[in-house]
């Protein structure tokens, strides 16, 4: 692809993105990427709501209510956006980010970060494990054959949302205080804290767009420009994780009522996709976590692609930290159908 200079665009070309709307601004990753990108000062930020919507938004976030079901609603709010950022519910209607793409494109909107927020669906196992990997690569081309441009965060599992997921997650049960480990629990994968998610987006969306011109050697969203960005804040295998929760916690594997068992990944992943053919929703939960510890690297792109954790200069966190953060979330009664609007 030629490169671009800003140099070379039309009267009123603006070389940094100001105007950001967020649909999910209050939710699980939506909420820290707006409180980060507010802490910029660089950015407007208006979140997309439902009508009658109890989301709590970061102070700062403008709102505005639209009708998901009508395209030309979304793409009056959408009018004079820089850039759409979309994170959504997984009870949201399957339509909904199509939708939206539709609407940014008729409003005029060139950058999109689609609804990805996970693992790496540009890993051609992955995409094709049946699970939603591979849908999410078509909406990319979908977004492209529209004229925008897309960025995408791969940054593993959010580690403390996952740890409280139960069995079908990272594998804990602490109600039951049992650990189902997949195959003998060392295998590890990339997993990021929403807030380092909050932190990566919001460096990415300050960049300049494109180089001034071709002696500038700067750091540009250019860069990703219908490309993924790589992010990471652990490479943790479940034992990993369980030895974090014993020193956070003080508890012992023996003497504090822990149970740990051994189930094939292969096996949970294949018992997952059987539920959800039976229409059972956890089904998705197993199949999906068991399938990115399959003990192959697939869950680990760090090693397989690399990070842009350097690049965007973002920090290194503490794994007990984090950790203590889920537990306190735990104490707090939190789930993830209940906590998030």
């Not at 987006?201 to 993924?228: F, Q």
């Not at 822990?258 to 197993?286: A, H, Q």
Request: with cysteine; hydrophobic share 35%; charged share 25%.
């Amino acid at each position: 692809m030629t490169t671009k200079y800003a140099k070379d665009q039309p009267s009123g070309f603006t070389n940094h993105i100001h105007r950001i709307a967020i649909v999910g601004a209050g939710g699980s990753v939506g909420k820290p990427i707006a409180e980060a990108l507010l802490q910029t000062g660089k950015h407007t930020i208006t979140a997309l709501t439902r009508p009658n919507s109890q989301s709590k938004l970061p102070s700062g976030v403008q709102s505005i209510s639209v009708d998901y079901n009508d395209t030309s609603s979304l793409a009056t709010a959408l009018k004079e956006q820089d850039c759409l950022i979309i994170t959504l519910s997984v009870q949201a209607p399957p339509d909904t980010q199509s939708k939206l793409i539709s609407a940014a494109a008729t409003a005029g909107i060139k950058y999109v970060m689609p609804n990805v927020w996970g693992c790496d669906l540009m890993h051609d196992p992955l995409a094709n494990s049946g699970l939603t990997w591979g849908q999410m690569r078509s909406t990319l081309t979908d977004i492209e054959k529209k004229g925008l441009t897309w960025t995408a965060l791969i940054c593993g599992f959010w580690y403390e949302h996952s740890l409280l997921l139960g069995s079908g997650g990272f594998g804990f049960d602490f109600p039951g205080k049992k650990l189902t480990l997949n195959d003998d629990g060392n295998t590890k994968i990339n997993v990021s804290t929403q807030v380092q998610c909050g932190r990566a987006v919001a460096t990415l969306l300050s960049l300049k767009v494109l180089p001034e011109d071709e002696h500038d050697e700067g750091l540009t969203v250019s860069r990703w420009a219908n490309k993924p960005v790589y992010i990471s804040s652990f490479l943790l295998s479940q034992r990993d994780m369980f030895e974090s929760w014993k020193r956070v916690t003080g508890e012992k594997e023996r003497g504090e009522g822990w149970t740990v068992v051994e189930e094939g990944s292969k096996e949970r992943y294949e018992r997952g996709l059987k539920m959800m053919r039976n229409g059972d929703r956890e089904g998705f939960l197993l199949a999906m976590y068991s399938r990115v510890f399959f003990p192959n690297g697939d869950g680990d792109h760090e090693h397989r692609v690399g990070l842009d954790n350097e690049l965007l200069g973002l920090p290194v966190e503490d794994l007990d930290e984090q950790t203590l953060k889920a537990k306190g979330m735990l104490e707090r009664g939190w789930h993830y159908f209940t906590n998030r609007v």
